[in-house]
């Protein structure tokens, strides 16, 4: 991720994760939604993103999204 100092890591990862969940980029998300936790992103937070997003991007989208935190979740 950029050190450049408008966002912080936190927020890049919710940008980040928002623009593949709303891209339907399974693969890629993935791994964003481990480094979002890592950046200290709340699975809270996570599972209220994608709910936000599937009025805007798609349930298909959404559900799909998680799916994938499902995955990751499990994981700890």
Known sequence: MSGRPE???RD????TVSAHIAMNRPQQLHSHFVRARENGVTQEELIET???LAFYVGW???V??????KEVFEQK
Request: a positive charge; aromatic letters at 0%; charged letters at 10%.
């Open 7 to 9: 966002l912080s890591k």
């Open 12 to 15: 890049r990862s919710l940008v």
């Open 50 to 52: 994608i709910t936000h």
């Open 60 to 62: 298909s989208n959404a």
């Open 64 to 69: 799909t999204a998680i799916s994938v935190a």
